[in-house]
């Protein structure tokens, strides 16, 4: 019953989301999504659903999962980060296309639950930090960076680790409208970004958000 409704998922969703690479395809049909769902919601595994996680967090939508994977162009020799692990299913796509993930995650639990699986699932190249982002500082530059929650205020921090050349996928606004955008670096150090889809994801713990108004 599980390959039937893991073929339905790619069939159904990610590539009625115009995710049409046959790599990202092919990796989301390998990896056993369900390693990653909570027990109490191993049968939304599959679902066009954001899935609850602890902490009142969710994992990504299988479409989104692979819209973001599709937009970063992730090569066999890339160097990844990932902000925001989540669930690690994310992680485990990511490990496999490229040659090493780093993934922050500032939930302590969900850090611990995301390793279990991705060694449950032999993910080896790949490392969850229990780090908030906006207080880590990294040790190099990365190929692709994707995060995995919003930002309510375009924020410029992240997309100076990228690398020249280096692609990132991040989600800015507020609902409802907030939209996906990819970032690439050029050889001469100018970031330009391209309007990828519009989605609604919540944000980075500790991003900056704008100002309410009072009366």
């Known amino acids: 019953m599980n390959e039937a409704a893991r073929q339905q998922m ?52 299988p479409q989104v999962t692979g819209r973001i994977l599709q937009a970063l162009a992730i090569g066999k020799g890339d160097r990844i980060l990932e902000i925001g692990t989540g669930s690690g299913f994310l992680t485990a796509c990511l490990a496999r296309l490229g040659a090493q993930v780093t993934s922050l995650e500032i939930r302590h639990e969900l850090a611990d639950t995301a390793r279990r ?5 032999s993910s080896s190249n790949c490392e969850v930090l ?10 190099g530059t990365f190929d692709c960076i994707a995060v995995t929650g ?6 410029t921090r992240f997309q ?3 690398a020249p050349g280096g692609r990132m996928f991040v989600v800015v606004g ?42």
Do not use: N, Y
């Not at 699986?117 to 699932?121: E, G, R």
């Open 160 to 162: 100076e680790w990228l």
């Open 130 to 139: 229990a780090q908030d982002a906006f207080a880590w500082q990294p040790p």
């Open 150 to 155: 919003s930002l309510p205020l375009p924020d």
């Open 10 to 61: 790619i069939t159904q969703q990610v590539r009625a989301g115009s995710v049409l690479d046959a790599e990202v395809l092919q990796v989301m049909a390998e990896i056993p999504r369900e390693r990653f769902v909570p027990q109490a919601f191993r049968r939304l595994a599959f679902a066009d659903t954001a899935v609850p996680l602890p902490g009142g967090q969710e994992m990504l939508t």
């Open 174 to 215: 507020q609902p409802p409208a907030m939209e996906a955008w990819l970032l690439k670096r050029e050889a001469h150090g100018a970031v330009l970004g391209t309007s990828l889809f519009e989605t609604c994801l919540p944000p980075l713990d500790h991003a900056p958000r704008p100002d309410s108004f009072a009366f």
């Open 117 to 121: 699986a991705l060694h449950d699932t």
